[in-house]
């Protein structure tokens, strides 16, 4: 027998007798593979969203001693289930649409901690709760969902450009140079500036006084334009988490096969079908992440402001947290649409 011969025969018998040193894929058993592939995707989202507010509950449950003084003399008392209710479901909403538009754990933690920041912001301004209560009570926010999905979701390939393979990222360069980087967190974070300075300048006191009863300080839109250095600092975490969430996923997004959408009318088509080819079927995948994105970041940050705020801060209208809630919304629109403008123009 030939040494080719017998070399074959030997890896033939270690397959079938299972040796994992012939075949590393065989040493994967059930129990050693990850988890992500061990449960289906149903299971996986059922059990994000009961870690999320079983994390939630416990992570708040633990530090009451730093947070319920101070919540605990703005916030609304709540007495009917339904109110209870009402904010865990909104809660699994929430996380239930990060899950759907395929969010990793990256993309959770910029979603969250921009979609909570406009309550926490109205805390800390504007009601004189303590940067410690704040702070606690937004890191458990983000950190109870950002685990499960770390746990539960592998990272995205723009998430993890060190182990991406080649050709799965699209603009690696542009994605990983700082000056890039330091542009558009500046871009974004000029907006946010420009978007609250303007409100702060215009309507926004007048909504204060009339729709948050009671609120104690409204100080910080009396700042002027020396208060504006000040804002821009404050927001740079914005501009950098928007950047990510926004930018970094549509430029980095690598085009496929899969990804071409016919542009051709097709016979028998419904009027629907046709309207969707030719709008949103014409733009390219990178921009379609870019829109649907800033919609989702946009609409999520405005419900859950009105749901936050008028639903757990004493004498505050749904309109009131509406206007509130709004301001942030257009700003991020806004962010959205410069970052396509860019995209558009540089070719990225």
């Not at 920041?117 to 926010?141: D, E, H, K, N, Q």
């Not at 079908?273 to 733009?283: A, F, N, Q």
Request: proline share 5%; aromatic share 10%.
């Amino acid at each position: 027998m030939s040494p080719k011969k017998k070399t074959s025969s030997e890896g033939t018998q270690s397959r079938q007798t299972g040796d994992p040193k012939a075949d590393p894929k065989a040493a994967l058993t059930p129990l050693t593979a990850p988890v992500q592939s061990r449960l289906s995707s149903p299971a996986r989202f059922s059990l994000v969203v009961l870690c999320s507010l079983l994390v939630s509950s416990v992570l708040f449950t633990l530090t009451s001693s730093v947070t319920v003084g101070d919540l605990g003399l703005v916030s609304k008392h709540l007495e009917e289930w339904w109110e209870v209710g009402g904010l865990v479901a909104w809660r699994a909403v929430e996380v239930g649409l990060a899950w759907i538009f395929g969010l990793d754990s990256c993309d959770v933690a910029s979603f969250l901690f921009l979609t909570h920041l406009p309550t926490y912001t109205l805390l800390s301004f504007f009601y004189g709760v303590r940067p410690t209560s704040v702070l606690t009570s937004y890191a458990i926010t983000v950190l109870s969902t950002v685990i499960p999905f770390a746990l539960l979701r592998q990272p995205s390939s723009v998430h993890n450009l060190s182990h991406a393979p080649s050709g799965t990222v699209a603009n690696r360069g542009i994605l990983q140079d700082r000056l890039t980087t330091v542009y558009t967190t500046l871009t974004a974070t000029s907006i946010f500036s420009v978007v609250l300075y303007a409100s702060y300048a215009t309507w926004l006191p007048v909504q204060l006084v009339t729709r948050f009863e009671s609120i104690p300080d409204i100080s910080a839109v009396h700042a002027g334009p020396s208060g504006l250095p000040v804002l821009f600092i404050t927001l740079i975490p914005v501009g950098y988490a928007v950047r990510d969430f926004l930018f970094v996923s549509s430029a980095g997004h690598s085009k496929s096969p899969a990804d071409d959408v016919e542009t051709e009318e097709r016979p028998g088509e419904y009027l629907f079908e046709s309207i969707y080819r030719k709008t949103w079927g014409r733009l390219s995948v990178k921009t379609r992440i870019l829109a649907s994105r800033t919609f989702l970041l946009a609409s999520v940050i405005l419900l859950n402001t009105i749901v936050q705020v008028a639903g757990t801060i004493r004498s505050v209208s749904v309109a009131g947290a509406f206007s509130w809630g709004s301001i942030w919304a257009v700003a991020t629109l806004a962010v959205g649409g410069v970052f396509g403008w860019v995209e558009a123009v540089d070719g990225v």
